[in-house]
């Protein structure tokens, strides 16, 4: 009896000492630094890698590439946790989801948007930005309300910026994000298949524009808050890259009427899976709710590219 029972704790040590083992790792965000092509500066963008990545096992991880909105520009190296207000870092980071995802995020370059005299970026605080505590999450900000009734235009009486958006935008720095991609395929273990792309507004405005110019590296895409030109669906479409675009239906901003001409070019153009999600009670700040939400993430991970 005493030889069965010391033979069980033996067994059960053991136990518990693999499974102490296989404890998955926790979430980690990285700093990587590079050199930009656009002005030859050395800047960072933040890499977060997904409770559980370990890079000695043959584990896959799919990889998404966020593009920020227009306010949190900055210089790449101490501005960099500006970008950390929305999108799916902050929601991993910030609000500690498990998302399976390798997340790459740079910042976009300032272009002198902070010489505009009053300008909002020489008036923004780091430190009234969102941080990741060591204990529990931080409260996250309110929805923006609007007087605004809800309703909208079906067609658009001409559009407001040129083919790639407002200017100064993710375009300037496509060499750049398309070598993260790169970097990041090649030093960690990700899923070539599973390669998603989602911005909003300026960077709604960029996921467009980089997924017409590279269809062949996506496996889906989702804009926010920002729409795509006609001129840019051809590729698109002849790729049928998944997609998921939104926009808010109290958005005085980007609105609603600019998003048709580009939906209906696609399905002109035969795209068999165009998804366009209106949030009729919310304003420009529709990707609080769609990142904060599942239904994304969820949809994202089912979209893999057919080699």
Same mark, same amino acid.
């Given at each position: 009896?005493?030889?069965?029972?010391?033979?069980?704790?033996?067994?059960?040590?053991?136990?518990?000492?693999?499974?102490?083992? !296989?404890?998955?790792?926790?979430?980690? +965000? %990285?700093?990587?630094?590079?050199?930009? *092509?656009?002005? /030859? &500066?050395?800047?960072?963008?933040?890499?977060?890698?997904?409770?559980?990545?370990?890079?000695?096992?043959?584990?896959?991880?799919?990889?998404?590439?966020?593009?920020?909105?227009?306010?949190?520009?900055?210089?790449?190296?101490?501005?960099?946790?500006?970008?950390?207000?929305?999108?799916?870092?902050?929601?991993?980071?910030?609000?500690?989801?498990?998302?399976?995802?390798?997340?790459?995020?740079?910042?976009?370059?300032?272009?002198?948007?902070?010489?505009?005299?009053?300008?909002?970026?020489?008036?923004?605080?780091?430190?009234?930005?969102?941080?990741?505590?060591?204990?529990?999450?931080?409260?996250?900000?309110?929805?923006?309300?609007?007087?605004?009734?809800?309703?909208?235009?079906?067609?658009?009486?001409?559009?407001?910026?040129?083919?790639?958006?407002?200017?100064?935008?993710? !375009?300037?720095?496509?060499?750049?994000? +398309? %070598?993260?991609?790169?970097?990041?395929? *090649?030093?960690? /273990? &990700?899923?070539?298949?599973?390669?998603?792309?989602?911005?909003?507004?300026?960077?709604?405005?960029?996921?467009?524009?980089?997924?017409?110019?590279?269809?062949?590296?996506?496996?889906?895409?989702?804009?926010?808050?920002?729409?795509?030109?006609?001129?840019?669906?051809?590729?698109?479409?002849?790729?049928?890259?998944?997609?998921?675009?939104?926009?808010?239906?109290?958005?005085?901003?980007?609105?609603?009427?600019?998003?048709?001409?580009?939906?209906?070019?696609?399905?002109?153009?035969?795209?068999?899976?165009?998804?366009?999600?209106?949030?009729?009670?919310?304003?420009?700040?529709?990707?609080?709710?769609?990142?904060?939400?599942?239904?994304?993430?969820?949809?994202?991970?089912?979209?893999?590219?057919?080699?």
């Amino acid at each position: 009896m005493r030889n069965y029972l010391l033979a069980f704790l033996l067994t059960t040590g053991v136990l518990f000492t693999v499974r102490a083992q !296989e404890k998955p790792s926790e979430a980690e +965000l %990285k700093t990587i630094t590079y050199t930009s *092509a656009f002005d /030859n &500066t050395a800047r960072d963008f933040y890499l977060y890698l997904p409770k559980g990545y370990d890079e000695t096992n043959d584990k896959k991880w799919p990889i998404m590439l966020f593009l920020h909105g227009n306010g949190e520009r900055g210089n790449g190296k101490n501005e960099l946790p500006y970008t950390l207000a929305h999108g799916p870092i902050y929601e991993a980071w910030i609000q500690k989801r498990d998302l399976p995802f390798i997340i790459i995020q740079p910042q976009l370059h300032m272009h002198g948007f902070d010489s505009v005299p009053n300008s909002y970026y020489n008036q923004r605080k780091l430190e009234n930005h969102p941080k990741r505590l060591k204990v529990g999450t931080p409260n996250r900000s309110p929805k923006s309300k609007s007087d605004a009734p809800m309703g909208s235009l079906v067609t658009h009486p001409g559009y407001k910026y040129g083919t790639y958006g407002p200017p100064m935008g993710w !375009e300037t720095v496509e060499t750049d994000l +398309l %070598k993260m991609l790169q970097t990041v395929g *090649a030093d960690y /273990n &990700t899923d070539a298949s599973k390669v998603y792309l989602t911005g909003l507004s300026y960077g709604g405005f960029g996921t467009w524009y980089m997924a017409s110019k590279h269809p062949d590296l996506f496996a889906a895409i989702a804009p926010i808050v920002g729409w795509g030109h006609s001129d840019l669906m051809a590729p698109i479409a002849k790729h049928k890259i998944p997609l998921w675009c939104f926009a808010g239906g109290r958005d005085h901003v980007i609105t609603l009427n600019h998003f048709y001409s580009g939906m209906n070019t696609l399905e002109k153009l035969g795209h068999p899976d165009v998804r366009f999600t209106i949030e009729s009670d919310m304003n420009h700040d529709v990707w609080t709710r769609v990142y904060a939400g599942d239904d994304i993430y969820n949809w994202l991970l089912k979209q893999q590219k057919q080699n």
